[in-house]
């Protein structure tokens, strides 16, 4: 008889369980679903703040003279152009073009670079990283398990992290621009504060070692009180990103997608040196020139029931489709979705169907995102 699989908490679980979180299975680890209402959590990051734990993503480390070179090399973008202090989003595809991840990398120094994989594919990234770096002069090092994540969310999102710094270092937080990081002093803990998001709000990702995490967390919790903060759970992070047309691993990234079909043929440098997946994404993107195959898409719904993922997507009596995620919109009112459509619907303005539960509900398709917050 095969063992049940481990269940990992973070860091932050007793805190967590203090305010009363539901919590869920992901990828792995047992995280917060919601504390008070998905609705509640959602709109208070659209309109206010909300505080979420991300200490199960991953960390990695890629260090020495070559690590811009293994990272050339690994993933399909070209991260040693990426300047100090920046970050750039980018994939780790198999041989075969399929999506092994989508992560985040950040460049602290000219021969090091600290990435963000998904929590559930940290030990993949870690693996195929290390492999690949195996012909450069570069170390990588899996400092996931001694790195906490924290996020805030949220218009009032720089004026909550910067309250916690020293005041000679504000203009770090205030100045720092997005998918920028740099060292501050956060409620007196050494962290690397980050400008980037996965809900389509302004924000700051706070990085710091598992031991000043829960006194980092009481400190946004208590200095976004005035601010309208929320600590906020998967299930609003899930409806924060489906709004803003932001994709998710397992559901509209696989290995059975690849970065042209799903919109993300703009990562791909194939004017690089050789790279893994290189020669099977060349052949992806004339697929996409060519009009063959299916794409990823934004469908609005005309009616009132939202679609969910794996239902078909028709055009008569054709599945022309598959919605990959799907849920009503809190902040814009109507259903939204993303599905892989055959190229021949997926032009804006393409009228289908989705079968939701057995009954045909209308959607047209849109650009992408749905929801764009005011700069």
């Given at each position: 008889?095969?063992?049940?699989?481990?269940?990992?908490?973070?860091?932050?679980?007793?805190?967590?369980?203090?305010?009363?979180?539901?919590?869920?299975?992901?990828?792995?680890?047992?995280?917060?679903?919601?504390?008070?209402?998905?609705?509640?959590?959602?709109?208070?990051?659209?309109?206010?703040?909300?505080?979420?734990?991300?200490?199960?993503?991953?960390?990695?480390?890629?260090?020495?003279?070559?690590?811009?070179?293994?990272?050339?090399?690994?993933?399909?973008?070209?991260?040693?152009?990426?300047?100090?202090?920046?970050a750039r989003y980018s994939l780790l595809c198999a041989e075969d073009g399929g999506i092994v991840d989508d992560l985040i990398t950040y460049r602290l120094a000219e021969d090091r670079f600290l990435v963000v994989p998904n929590a559930a594919n940290?030990?993949?990234?870690?693996?195929?990283?290390?492999?690949?770096?195996?012909?450069?002069?570069?170390?990588?090092?899996?400092?996931?398990?001694?790195?906490?994540?924290?996020?805030?969310?949220?218009?009032?999102?720089?004026?909550?992290?910067?309250?916690?710094?020293?005041?000679?270092?504000?203009?770090?937080?205030?100045?720092?621009?997005?998918?920028?990081?740099?060292?501050?002093?956060?409620?007196?803990?050494?962290?690397?504060?980050?400008?980037?998001?996965?809900?389509?709000?302004?924000?700051?990702?706070?990085?710091?070692?598992?031991?000043?995490?829960?006194?980092?967390?009481?400190?946004?919790?208590?200095?976004?009180?005035?601010?309208?903060?929320?600590?906020?759970?998967?299930?609003?992070?899930?409806?924060?990103?489906?709004?803003?047309?932001?994709?998710?691993?397992?559901?509209?990234?696989?290995?059975?997608?690849?970065?042209?079909?799903?919109?993300?043929?703009?990562?791909?440098?194939?004017?690089?040196?050789?790279?893994?997946?290189?020669?099977?994404?060349?052949?992806?993107?004339?697929?996409?020139?060519?009009?063959?195959?299916?794409?990823?898409?934004?469908?609005?719904?005309?009616?009132?029931?939202?679609?969910?993922?794996?239902?078909?997507?028709?055009?008569?009596?054709?599945?022309?489709?598959?919605?990959?995620?799907?849920?009503?919109?809190?902040?814009?009112?109507?259903?939204?979705?993303?599905?892989?459509?055959?190229?021949?619907?997926?032009?804006?303005?393409?009228?289908?169907?989705?079968?939701?539960?057995?009954?045909?509900q209308p959607f047209d398709v849109v650009e992408l995102p749905f929801y764009r917050r005011a700069r």
């Open positions: 008889m095969s063992e049940a699989p481990t269940i990992r908490s973070t860091v932050l679980a007793e805190e967590h369980a203090r305010l009363g979180a539901a919590f869920t299975d992901f990828g792995g680890w047992r995280m917060p679903v919601r504390y008070s209402s998905d609705l509640a959590e959602h709109r208070a990051v659209r309109t206010a703040a909300g505080l979420f734990d991300l200490s199960h993503m991953g960390e990695v480390r890629v260090e020495g003279p070559q690590a811009g070179a293994a990272l050339d090399h690994a993933l399909v973008g070209r991260l040693s152009g990426v300047a100090v202090g920046r940290t030990a993949a990234a870690v693996a195929a990283l290390t492999e690949r770096a195996a012909g450069f002069d570069a170390a990588v090092t899996d400092v996931s398990a001694e790195t906490a994540l924290l996020a805030v969310q949220g218009p009032a999102a720089e004026a909550i992290v910067a309250s916690l710094v020293p005041g000679g270092q504000r203009e770090v937080v205030t100045g720092l621009r997005y998918y920028a990081a740099a060292r501050a002093t956060v409620a007196g803990a050494d962290a690397l504060v980050a400008r980037t998001g996965y809900t389509g709000e302004d924000g700051f990702e706070v990085f710091v070692p598992n031991g000043a995490a829960a006194a980092l967390w009481a400190a946004l919790l208590a200095a976004g009180e005035g601010h309208g903060l929320v600590p906020a759970g998967l299930a609003a992070r899930d409806s924060l990103r489906l709004e803003a047309g932001m994709p998710l691993y397992g559901h509209e990234l696989t290995r059975a997608t690849d970065p042209y079909a799903a919109g993300l043929g703009g990562v791909v440098a194939l004017d690089k040196d050789d790279f893994v997946g290189r020669r099977a994404l060349e052949a992806a993107r004339a697929a996409r020139e060519a009009g063959t195959g299916r794409r990823l898409v934004g469908l609005r719904g005309a009616g009132r029931r939202a679609a969910r993922a794996q239902q078909p997507v028709l055009v008569g009596d054709d599945v022309v489709g598959e919605v990959t995620s799907g849920a009503p919109s809190p902040t814009l009112g109507h259903p939204v979705a993303l599905a892989y459509v055959d190229a021949a619907h997926a032009g804006v303005g393409s009228a289908v169907d989705v079968d939701v539960r057995g009954t045909r």
